[in-house]
């Protein structure tokens, strides 16, 4: 969709655009309930979500790392799958 358009086709107002929500879509929710997981990521990630927004972002690395080390995933596939961008893999 362009910048400023609206499902319907029209413009967006400035309000509209204001007001509009972002939505992502979170695989970890998934991961947490997942027999495949380690539990040391399955507790990394339940800590990700308790955690300050400050903090966040390094228990989802640890999350990664553990699922590199212990699962054999590739560390970008690791670090997309709990959120993080993957130009920066830092896994090992």
Known sequence: MRDGATLAGGRASDQERETSVVMSFSMVPLLVHSAEVPSSAKS??????EAAPS????????AARILYAEAGLDCADARELVGLPVDDCACV
Do not use: D, G, M, T
Request: charged residues 20%; positive net charge; aromatic residues 0%.
């Open 44 to 49: 990394a990630l339940r800590a990700a979500s």
């Open 55 to 62: 903090s966040k972002r390094a228990h989802l690395a640890s």
